[in-house]
C-alpha cells in the first residue's frame, strides 16, 4: 500500500493533535466575528504571538497597516457565504516588526461558532530565491534544476522544458516522456468548472494574469495527487511562452481536511457533532419544503448509561458509547445522518421518508441496539429509548422537531427500551 492510499484511512485523534502540533505551517481558527480563537505552535514561530495575545482581538495585529478593516470584512462575508478563498500569496508582520511573505488559504467552514481554519505557510525564503532568480539570469538554469518545485515551460500548446523535479512529480523516469505534452492532459477534468483560466492560458496562450490554483494531478503511474500550479505567461519575441511551478500540496490539503473533520465531527464516535447536524437539519428542512418530502427526526439515548459509568467505569462507557455509535451508522442508509449531541445522546436524521417505512427501520434498528456489546471480552447488555418526531407533521423548524423529538424521548424512557412517535 503506497502512502496516498494509507492517508485515506481515518486518523485517530492522537494523530490528529500530532499533526496539530508538529506542522510547520501555521494553522488557526477563526470564529463568526473573525476573531482567533484556537492556534497551533508554529503560529507563534512563524508570526510572532501567542493565542493569549491575539485570541478575541477586532484587530488582527500581524495583518499589515494598509490592511484596512473593510478589507477584512470583506473577506470575512466571503467566508459567512461559504465560499473557501484558496492559496493566495500575501505579507503579514511578525511580532518583532519584521515583514513576511506569506502562502495564506481560508477554508470556510461556518458550523457553530466556527467561521473557517487558515492556514499560513512561511515563504519568505522562497519569495527571495525568486527574485535573486530573476535578478541573476545566468544562475536561472542551476536553481531550476535544483529546485525542490517542478518547473514546466509550455509554448505551442505542449511542454518543451520539464525540470528533474517535474520530471519526478509527473511519474516519469525521463523527461522525454512527458515532453510534447500538455499539462492540461494529466489535470483530472472533473475540475474543469475550477480551471476554466488555467485552460485559456494553456490552450491560447494568453497573456491572462493567474493567481495559484489547486488541482488534482493524475502521474504516469496512476497516482493521483493534489498540486498547487502556478501559471506565468511570458512574451518573448511575439510568441507567449507559459511557465508554470507546480507542488505537491497533496499532504498539506489532506492535513487541512482532516482539520475540517475535527472541527465538524464528535472526536469520540466519529458521528457528527451537535451544530454540524443542525446544519444539516436546516438544510434538509429548506430541501423538503421545495420536494415535498417526509423526513424523520430520531432522538436517542442509552438507558441507564449513568449506572453502567458509575459502576463499571468512563472507560466501559466511552467503549459502550463508540459501538452504539457503530450500530447506528450500520443502520441507516447513505443519506442519513447520526450526531451526537453530548453525553449518551444522540440524534439521526432519516431522509425522504413516511411514518410507515420510519417504524421498520426504527424496529430493526432497535432490535439491533439491544444484541449484547462485547467489552474486553465480557458481554454487556444495554438497552435504548427513542424518540420520533415526522417532518411536517410535527414541526417545520429545527428548534420544533428536537423539542418533539425530546417529548416523544421523554415519553419512551418511562417505559425504558421503547420506542415513541410524537404524534400517533
Request: proline share 3%; charged share 25%; net charge negative.
Amino acid at each position: 500500500m503506497n502512502k496516498f492510499a494509507k492517508m485515506k484511512s481515518q486518523p485517530t485523534l492522537e494523530e490528529y493533535l500530532l499533526i496539530w502540533e508538529n506542522t510547520n505551517d501555521a494553522i488557526f481558527i477563526l470564529q463568526t466575528d473573525g476573531s482567533i480563537i484556537q492556534a497551533n505552535p508554529a503560529f507563534t514561530d512563524i508570526l510572532g504571538w501567542t493565542i493569549e495575545e491575539v485570541e478575541d482581538l477586532s484587530r488582527i495585529p500581524f495583518f499589515m497597516d494598509d490592511f484596512t478593516q473593510e478589507e477584512h470584512e470583506v473577506h470575512l462575508n466571503i467566508l459567512r457565504s461559504g465560499t473557501s478563498i484558496p492559496y493566495f500569496e500575501t505579507k503579514r508582520k511578525h511580532k518583532n516588526g519584521t515583514i513576511k511573505d506569506i502562502l495564506a488559504s481560508y477554508r470556510a467552514i461556518n458550523k457553530g461558532d466556527v467561521l473557517a481554519v487558515a492556514m499560513y505557510k512561511d515563504i519568505t525564503d522562497e519569495k527571495m530565491a525568486k527574485h535573486m532568480l530573476r535578478m541573476a539570469e545566468s544562475c536561472y538554469q542551476t536553481l531550476v534544476d535544483n529546485s525542490p518545485d517542478a518547473i514546466i515551460v509550455q509554448s505551442g500548446g505542449k511542454m518543451s522544458f520539464a525540470n528533474p523535479e517535474a520530471v519526478k512529480m509527473f511519474g516519469a523516469n525521463e523527461p522525454d516522456q512527458i515532453i510534447g505534452k500538455s499539462l492540461l492532459d494529466f489535470i483530472e477534468p472533473h475540475h474543469v468548472d475550477t480551471i476554466s483560466t488555467l485552460i485559456q492560458i494553456f490552450q491560447q496562450e494568453e497573456m491572462l494574469k493567474m493567481e495559484p490554483t489547486v488541482e488534482q494531478l493524475a502521474r504516469l503511474d496512476g497516482q493521483k495527487i493534489w498540486v498547487e500550479i502556478i501559471a506565468i505567461p511570458v512574451k518573448y519575441e511575439h510568441e507567449v511562452v507559459i511557465q508554470a511551478i507546480l507542488r505537491d500540496v497533496t499532504v498539506r490539503k489532506y492535513y487541512e481536511d482532516q482539520l475540517t473533520y475535527m472541527a465538524t465531527h464528535d472526536p469520540m464516535t466519529e458521528v457528527v457533532n451537535r451544530s454540524t447536524f443542525l446544519v444539516d437539519l436546516g438544510k434538509a428542512i429548506e430541501e423538503a419544503k421545495i420536494s415535498g418530502e417526509m423526513f424523520a427526526l430520531l432522538f436517542i439515548d442509552l438507558d441507564k448509561f449513568k449506572e453502567i459509568n458509575d459502576s463499571l467505569g468512563h472507560g466501559i462507557g466511552d467503549t459502550l458509547l463508540i459501538q452504539f455509535a457503530k450500530r447506528m451508522k450500520e443502520n441507516i442508509r447513505h443519506r442519513d445522518v447520526v450526531g451526537r449531541i453530548g453525553g449518551d445522546e444522540f440524534l439521526i436524521l432519516l431522509r425522504d421518508i413516511d411514518k410507515g417505512k420510519v417504524e421498520a427501520l426504527v424496529k430493526r434498528m432497535h432490535d439491533h441496539f439491544s444484541q449484547p456489546y462485547l467489552i474486553k471480552d465480557q458481554e454487556l447488555l444495554s438497552t435504548s429509548s427513542i424518540g420520533i418526531a415526522m417532518y411536517p407533521v410535527d414541526g417545520e423548524s429545527p428548534k420544533v422537531l428536537m423539542q418533539k423529538a425530546d417529548i416523544a424521548l421523554y415519553k419512551a424512557k418511562e417505559q425504558r427500551n421503547h420506542v415513541e412517535f410524537h404524534s400517533t
